[in-house]
Structure formats: C-alpha cells, structure tokens
C-alpha cells in the first residue's frame, strides 16, 4: 500500500478543519527538550480543577534504590472500598509526564469512571532506557496492591491503563504481573498502544504526513528507548510475547491513521486466540491520540467516552460525570508555539 503524505482526504469529518491547522513538525528526538516543553505546555496550559477529587502525592521506593513519584486521585465524597485504575502516560517513554498531583487526564478519569486513580511518574528514556520506565510501573503496581486497605481500594478490581506509550506499557505489566505471580489485574485497557519495535506492518509504513504520528517517529521512538536494538525483551515490546495466554481481560483502541494501528490489532486478534476475552474499537478518521488536537469533537469524545464506559464495566462501576478529559483551545495554541520554537531551534542550529 502506497505511503500518505497528507492524510486530509482519508481524515474523518470532525477533525478536518482541526488537520488544516496543524503545522508540520519535526521529530519527536531532533529536540527532545523542545517536545518535552511542547507537552509540557499542553499539560499545563488547563487550569487545573482538582474540585472532583482528593489528591495526595507521594514517592515510593523504585527498584534501583530510585524514588518514584505518584499521584493518587480518588473521587469526592465516595465512600467504601473502590475499585483502582494504574494509569501510565503516553509519550514515546521519554515525554509526556504531569506533576504529582496535576494530570488532568487521571483526574477525568477519577471522576468519571469512579475509581482510585494512582498515576505514575516513571522513569524516562533516553536518560534512563529499558527496563527503567516499565520496572517502575510495575512497582507502582506491587505498591498499590500491597496498600489497598490503606488507599481504600479493593485489591481484587485493580484495573491499568495507558495511552499511546502508556498502553505498551499497560501491556508489559500485564504479562510481567503474569510471569512474576503478581499482582493480580482485573482489567488492562490499551488505547492506541506502542507494542512493536520491528516496524513490519502495513500501518507501519504507511503514514508519511508529518503533522501527526508517522513512520519516521516509530524508529526514533525505539532507537532511543531501548539499549540494545538486537535483544528486545517481550516486556520492551509486547508484541514479541509468544505466549498471550493467563492475561486479564483486554479493552484495545486503533486509530486508522495511526502507524500503531496493526500492531494493536495484531495483538487483540492474538489476545483472542490465547483465550483471552478482547474488546477492539477501531476510530475511522483519526490519527494517534487525535484527542490532544480536537479535545471537544464528537469523534474525540466518543471514543473517550468509549475508553472509559469499558472501564467502568470492568470493574462493576455506573457511569459519573461524562466532561472532555483536556478541554483547551489554550493547549492547542501552546502546542503549535511550542512547534514553532522547535523549528527555530533546528535552523539556529543549521545556520
């Protein structure tokens, strides 16, 4: 299938006047400060409304003597034990980390699935590569179980999630937790997860247009996550697990302009096979985490909405509020200064 340099004749309604207003930007690693600060400023760029929530911050001990901080969100004026949700942030495992105490996105999803949210700060690439960020998380896991009388959390509905980067390593706690005996997971819900280093499907190679997640990124993404290209462990890329058999039920989201898109299916249709009860949601239209660009669309909050009623089911929950997760015509306008000061760095430093 032919490569697509522009993606606008194949993107869905309701985020084609958002695509025309995209700047073309370089890669995610050509300044990982300037994309960390692009990231940053769309995380910040809401206030923060934490009305709906109790917060409480903490570091827990990590697995190389490191501290890990965490952010703990559980629903207001709810009592009783509550199911709990591991949520990990996307960003190619190098960007994409909020505060303690300030993810927007985890405060949504406290608020609207109503369940504890512990939101983890693990440790980035390339600074700190593979195992680094996924052993953290799955001490943050191990954490969470073993404090779950103390958060009010009942230990038998601990559900993880995790978007883009976040969903992969959504994925390898799953079968870490597997492998290692525990702690048990009720439910893992990857939404347009990076799973794959080898790059080999049609998704893969197909979409060139550089004004969203492309197939130039896929191989920055991985050349600076893991330390060694020619040993890939099955928890640096899922994928690569041959055995999918004993994981938690799955809830598994692709985008069609997505270059993850194949990997994701591969990976429900080989969940399935294993004898692992799978539910695939395909987005027609919309490219990786479209949602950041067009926060208020129908398209954005359907599948949100999608993300988080399947959530909610899984762990026996009835729905709440149903706002955006990141409302922000502001975040969107910090975004494209952001790209902006990305490109000015890149010719400073070719003149």
């Known amino acids: 299938m032919d ?49 709906g929530v109790e917060v409480r911050t903490l570091d827990i001990d990590g697995p190389d003597g490191n501290r890990i901080p965490i952010g703990i969100y559980r629903p207001r004026e709810v ?73 009010g959390i009942d230990a038998d509905r601990i559900a993880v999630t995790g978007q883009s980067a976040g969903g992969g390593l959504t994925a390898a706690v799953a079968l870490m937790a597997r492998d290692r005996g525990g702690p048990s997971i009720a439910y893992q819900s990857l939404y347009a997860p990076t799973l794959d280093d080898r790059r080999v499907t049609v998704s893969a190679g197909r979409i060139a247009d550089r004004r969203v997640l492309n197939t130039y990124d896929l191989a920055d993404i991985y050349d600076h996550y893991l330390p060694d290209r020619n040993q890939v462990p099955v928890y640096a890329a899922p994928a690569r697990a041959t055995d999918l058999s004993g994981l938690p039920p799955a809830f598994v989201l692709v985008c069609e302009l997505d270059p993850l898109r194949d990997e994701g299916l591969d990976y429900a249709r080989r969940l399935m096979d294993a004898g692992v009860p799978v539910t695939v949601h395909h987005v027609p239209g919309a490219w990786h985490i479209f949602e950041i660009n067009a926060p208020a669309s129908p398209l954005a909050l359907q599948s949100i909405g999608l993300w988080l009623t399947h959530l909610r089911t899984a762990l026996d929950l009835s729905a709440t509020t149903t706002r955006p997760l990141l409302q922000a015509p502001t975040a969107w306008t910090k975004l494209r200064l952001g790209i902006r000061l990305l490109l000015n760095r890149r010719r400073l430093s070719l003149s």
Not at 79 to 98: C, E, K, M, N, V
Not at 107 to 121: C, D, F, K, N
Request: charged share 15%.
């Open 79 to 151: 009592t009783g034990s509550l199911p709990a949700i591991l949520y990990l942030h996307g960003g190619a495992f190098a960007f994409g980390r909020s505060k303690p105490g300030g993810d927007h996105v985890a405060i949504g999803i406290a608020e609207q699935v109503g369940a504890v949210v512990v939101s983890v700060s693990y440790r980035l690439a390339p600074e700190d590569p593979y195992p680094a960020g996924i052993e953290d998380c799955y001490r943050a896991l191990t954490w969470t179980a073993a404090h779950a009388a103390e958060l």
């Open 3 to 51: 490569s697509i340099a522009d993606i606008y004749d194949h993107t869905h309604a309701d985020l084609a006047a958002t695509l025309t207003t995209m700047p073309q930007r370089p890669g995610f690693f050509e300044d990982l400060n300037a994309t960390r600060f692009i990231f940053d400023a769309i995380l910040t760029a809401v206030p923060l409304d934490t009305s």
